[in-house]
């Protein structure tokens, strides 16, 4: 079955930066669109960034537009976020997914906290 799992997160100054990691497997990895979004406390889920199955294609939410990066690589079946500039208002829990958008299976997540 589909397994997804996230690390990388933790406590970080406001302008600093963190590399997520999403480890995927279960799935021929390199066949599939893949996502990650973001839950922040008391809110609903909201799509960061895709990226398509070669990794040619990226696509980016406003919000994280020119700081966040996505990548992938498919020898390793492992996403990237690469997150820099980061703001107290990227603070939430990370997941990445399977397809675009965020609609497929999601990992447990990552918590980035992003505080002084």
């Known amino acids: 079955q589909v397994q997804l799992v996230e690390s990388g997160g933790g406590l970080v100054q406001p302008g600093g930066s963190l590399r997520l990691s999403c480890a995927a497997s279960?799935?021929?990895?390199?066949?599939?669109?893949m996502s990650w979004v973001r839950q922040a406390p008391g809110k609903g889920l909201e799509w960061v960034s895709d990226?398509?199955?070669?990794?040619?294609?990226?696509y980016y939410a406003d919000s994280v537009r020119g700081r966040f990066t996505i990548s992938r690589d498919n020898a390793k079946n492992t996403l990237y976020l690469q997150m820099n500039s980061l703001k107290p208002e990227d603070t939430a829990l990370y997941y990445c997914?399977?397809?675009?958008?965020?609609?497929?299976?999601r990992g447990q997540g990552t918590q980035v906290t992003v505080s002084s």
């Open positions: 990226i398509n199955s070669g990794g040619g294609s990226r």
């Open positions: 997914a399977k397809g675009s958008r965020g609609l497929g299976p």
């Open positions: 279960g799935f021929s990895f390199s066949s599939y669109y």
